[in-house]
Structures are given as structure tokens and as C-alpha cells.
């Protein structure tokens, strides 16, 4: 039996996105839209600073899930929403809490703050542990 | 223009193969930051259209901002995997938002193994502005 209680807290994950890690994000994945690296092109668009890709901060929730997971169960969905902006070289933390757990399956809240506490990504997951957790 | 957009609804991107290779998985972890050699939840992300080439996308707005993602979990991806896929335009609205007016759309691919297990199925929604 694993030992997940019920609306248990996940530890949190931060990461700051500097314009190294958007150029290697957009290598990795494929996506070279210019709002991730090119300033000029992203002032076009009215933004402010180069923007974090929204999959990129999908991929830190899906960290922060896996990670807590640690290899006692896999995910089944992971689903974000993007409700505001992240840039360069600001902190952005993942966090994410069990709402509720039945049998072996979780269902996760995530979300991701930036540097100023606005959540900017919502988020939610379910997990299938591989043992059922202890109640 | 939303109706061309309206009327572009069941467009197809080019089919594509992909094989999860350990250089590439290995610069994919660096990026998000992770270590370990597991293919994380979001790696079919690299085999997406990003952003969408859809032609009528053209016709509306003069940039793309991502709405959202949900990926559904089927079978586990290991390296030497081969995963063929399809983007899939499903279908938009348009909205008013305190930033104006823009086109939400849909588009679905599923990853397939080969011989036709569902693998990943991703839905990706996409603002047009």
C-alpha cells in the first residue's frame, strides 16, 4: 500500500525560463515561433518580453506530477489551461495538491504562480498508482 | 475572417513517423529541465504542428497564443518507439475577451503505434488574434 492522503499537498517545482533554455525548448519541440526568441517580433505582437512557450510550462507540471509521483503510479490525463503571460528570466513555481482519491486512482489540481503569485496556468491531472493507497 | 476559418473545420496536416530517439529525448529533458532517461507526459509535444500551418489561419488575426493543452495517456512511449500521427482541425469559436476579439480553435492528433494502438491523443487549443 502506498501512503497518499487525500488533498495532500505536492512539493513545488520553480524554474525561470532564461532565453537559453527558450531556444533549447524550441529546438527540442519543434517550435520556432518567433514570440519565444525574436524580442522584435514578440514587440510586435504588443508583448512585452519573449514569452515562455505554454507547452513548455506544461511540461514543468508535468514534472512536478511525475517527480512526486516518483515512480509509484503513471498519469493518465494532463490537461492545462493558459490563463495569462510568462516571460524570461522570471521565477514561475508548479504547484498542484490531490482534491480527491479513490480506489488507485488521484485526481490532481495544478497550477503555476509567477514571481508575483498570479496563477497563469491551471491545471489538472489523474494518476493511477500502481498499489492502492492506504486510507 | 471567421467563416474561413469555419469552413476549414476537418482540415488535415500532413501525416507523419516519428521515432523516439535517445539524442532527441535526451535535448528534450534538458530543455524542461528534468533529468533521468524516461519519456516524460509531454514529449508527443515535439511531433505537434506548432504553431498550427492550418492555411485558413491566415485569414484571421496576426498571431497565435496557446489556449491550452490535455494530453490522455494510453500506453507507455519508450525510446525506439515509432509513432505515426495527424493533426486534426476540430473546431473554433469566436469570443470576446477583455483583450478583444478572438478565434479559439481546436485541433486533435492521436499517436499511433504502427499497427494502430492508440498511444497519446492530445488536444490543443489555440488562440488566433
Not at chain 1, 45 to 67: F, I, M, N, S
Not at chain 2, 54 to 78: I, T
Not at chain 2, 121 to 126: A, E, F, K, P, Y
Request: glycine content about 10%; charged content about 25%.
Amino acid at each position: 500500500m502506498t501512503d497518499i492522503p487525500p488533498l495532500a499537498d505536492i512539493p513545488p517545482l520553480t524554474e525561470t525560463t532564461t532565453l537559453r533554455r527558450l531556444v533549447e525548448y524550441a529546438g527540442a519541440s519543434g517550435d520556432f515561433y518567433g514570440m519565444h526568441y525574436d524580442l522584435d517580433f514578440a514587440r510586435s505582437l504588443g508583448h512585452p518580453e519573449l514569452a515562455v512557450h505554454g507547452l513548455l510550462k506544461a511540461a514543468y507540471l508535468g514534472r512536478l506530477v511525475t517527480e512526486w509521483l516518483d515512480g509509484r503510479g503513471r498519469l493518465a490525463v494532463l490537461e492545462v489551461s493558459y490563463r495569462g503571460m510568462d516571460f524570461r528570466d522570471r521565477a514561475h513555481t508548479c504547484r498542484g495538491r490531490v482534491v480527491s482519491a479513490a480506489a488507485n486512482r488521484a485526481e490532481l489540481e495544478l497550477w503555476g504562480e509567477d514571481d508575483t503569485g498570479r496563477r497563469t496556468t491551471l491545471g489538472r491531472a489523474e494518476v493511477i498508482y500502481d498499489e492502492e493507497p492506504s486510507p | 475572417m471567421i467563416e474561413a476559418l469555419q469552413e476549414a473545420v476537418g482540415w488535415t496536416g500532413p501525416p507523419r513517423e516519428d521515432v523516439i530517439e535517445r539524442r532527441h529525448l535526451a535535448f528534450y529533458l534538458h530543455a524542461i529541465g528534468a533529468t533521468g532517461d524516461e519519456v516524460p507526459p509531454t514529449f508527443t509535444a515535439c511531433f505537434l504542428d506548432e504553431p498550427p500551418s492550418l492555411p485558413a489561419a491566415a485569414s484571421y488575426g496576426s498571431g497565435w497564443l496557446n489556449g491550452g493543452d490535455r494530453f490522455e495517456y494510453h500506453a507507455p512511449l519508450r525510446v525506439g518507439d515509432v509513432i505515426v500521427s495527424r493533426p486534426r482541425f476540430t473546431g473554433v469559436v469566436e469570443k470576446n475577451g477583455s483583450a478583444g476579439t478572438f478565434a479559439l480553435l481546436t485541433f486533435e492528433t492521436e499517436f499511433r503505434r504502427p499497427d494502430g494502438e492508440l498511444v497519446v491523443r492530445h488536444i490543443g487549443r489555440r488562440i488566433r488574434k
